[in-house]
Nanobody
Framework: QVRLVESGGGLVQPGGSLRLSCAAS????????MSWYRQAPGKERELVAF????????NYADSVKGRFTIFRDNAKNTVSLQMNSLKPEDTAEYYC???????????WGQGTQVTVSS
């Protein structure tokens, strides 16, 4: 069974940092481009960051450029999102997504909550 499990969410003060991780089972992530999305109540799900299967290219939403970094460890079958200088507007449920480079089938994690508040 394919599973993506996010971890690392929680409550943090503005200006603080969190690192989210996504661990995969049932698939080998070397064949998957990986993304982090987020969704706040009343808002559409937003692509935050993307990394290619080889880890040789990344893309970020304008709202997080310079603050967030996506990286992967294919040997550990994980992808992570380092979030620095967090703002209240970063508060959302964060999800990881895997898309196969050839077959284009996609898998989603269940999400982890990030709350940025004083």
């Amino acid at each position: 069974q394919v599973r993506l499990v996010e971890s690392g969410g929680g409550l943090v003060q503005p200006g603080g940092s969190l690192r989210l991780s996504c661990a995969a089972s049932g698939i080998t992530l070397i064949n998957y481009g990986m993304s982090w999305y987020r969704q706040a109540p009343g808002k559409e799900r937003e692509l935050v960051a993307f990394i290619t299967s080889a880890g040789d290219s990344t893309n970020y939403a304008d709202s997080v450029k310079g603050r967030f970094t996506i990286f992967r460890d294919n040997a550990k079958n994980t992808v992570s999102l380092q979030m620095n200088s967090l703002k209240p507007e970063d508060t959302a449920e964060y999800y990881c997504k895997a898309v196969h480079v050839y077959y284009r089938n996609a898998y989603w994690g269940q999400g982890t909550q990030v709350t940025v508040s004083s």
